[in-house]
C-alpha cells in the first residue's frame, strides 16, 4: 500500500533534483546565448529550414515505432511486473512518463540545434574564436 511516507524523497533526492534545475537553466541560458544570434544569409537560412524540415521528418518516423515500442514495455510492466502489492499500475505510468519526457527532451534538443546552425554559420563569417564557443554551447547543452 502506498502511504505518504514512502513518497519522501531521500537527502540524495533533493541533490538529483536541485542538479536537473542548474542544468536546465545552463540549457536556457546557452540556448538565449545562442538566440539572440541573427543570420543574415539567405542561402544559409534556407539550408537550415531544409535541416529543420528533414530532423522533424526523422522524429516523426522514429517516435512512431518507438510509441509501439514504449506502449508494450507499459503493458509488460502492468501485467508481469514484480513490485509491491498495486504498484504494476505505477510502474506503467513511470514507464510512460519516462519515455515521454525523454521524447520530449530529444525533440526540443533536435530543434533547437537544427534552428541554430544557421546562426553559428553565420557568426563563423564573422570570428572562429565565438564560433567555436557557440558550437561548444550547442553540443553540451544539447545532446
Known sequence: MITLASLVIDPIGYL???????????????????DKLS???GTVKE???KIKKGIATFI????????LFVISLAI???????SQEGLNGMLAV?????AASSAAAGYFSKQI????NDKIV???QKTTVMVLELHFQQVFQLD
Not at 516523426?60 to 510509441?67: C, D, G, M, N, R
Not at 513511470?94 to 519516462?98: F, N, Y
Not at 540545434?113 to 541554430?116: K, L, R
Open 76 to 82: 509488460l510492466a502492468f501485467f508481469y511486473g514484480k
Open 16 to 34: 538529483i533534483i536541485a542538479a536537473g534545475i542548474i542544468g536546465l537553466g545552463f540549457v536556457f541560458w546557452n540556448f538565449y546565448k545562442i
Open 39 to 41: 543570420s543574415e544569409n
Open 122 to 124: 553565420a557568426e563563423s
Open 94 to 98: 513511470a514507464v510512460i512518463i519516462g
Open 113 to 116: 540545434t537544427g534552428g541554430s
Open 60 to 67: 516523426v518516423a522514429e517516435y512512431k515505432f518507438l510509441a
Open 47 to 49: 539550408i537550415a529550414n
